[in-house]
């Protein structure tokens, strides 16, 4: 397995991955934060010349430096070998080497706690995701959230609704 960015020449690959796995909304997502510039880190993971597993790490309108993580996919018939963890461990440290302050994720806590990410350090924030799906992982020192701290995703999230 190789862990790198995704090229130009992985894009048609990224698309089929992500509509397989998480249908064309998300696709369309991945697609558009690409086009609006917003995309920071398009990590895959590359087997033998085929991608099967893929994170977007994004940047966050708000708060200043921070990203957020998601969709991240990976092909049916990889599931289960630890891909998906290593594109997203790949592009936390990506972010870290490069000064990012935190990263946000929508998702089940459980299998995000084990990155870092934490729902108590997003409580209180004021975010259409608040609640106990919207965890954070603070980097580069970064202080805790205040309540009431704006968060916002990149404007290609507004299309999810």
Do not use: K
């Not at 697609?31 to 085929?50: K, P, T, W």
């Not at 991240?72 to 594109?87: D, E, I, K, M, P």
């Not at 995000?112 to 975010?127: I, T």
């Amino acid at each position: 397995m190789f862990l790198r960015a995704e090229t130009q020449q992985d894009a048609a690959h990224v698309d089929r991955l992500v509509r397989e796995a998480l249908g064309p909304g998300e696709a369309t997502l991945v697609d558009q934060l690409h086009r609006d510039g917003c995309a920071v880190y398009s990590i895959v993971a590359d087997v033998d010349g085929e991608i099967v597993s893929h994170a977007m790490f994004s940047r966050m309108r708000a708060p200043e430096r921070t990203l957020g993580l998601g969709p991240v996919a990976t092909a049916a018939g990889s599931r289960r070998q630890g891909l998906a963890g290593a594109v997203i461990r790949e592009g936390l440290a990506r972010a870290r080497a490069d000064g990012w302050r935190g990263v946000f994720v929508l998702g089940e806590p459980d299998g995000y706690r084990r990155f870092g990410f934490d729902p108590a350090a997003a409580a209180g924030v004021a975010c259409r995701y608040a609640g106990p799906h919207l965890m954070f992982l603070a980097l580069a020192g970064a202080p805790p959230l205040s309540p009431g701290t704006p968060v916002d995703y990149a404007a290609a999230f507004d299309a999810l609704d």
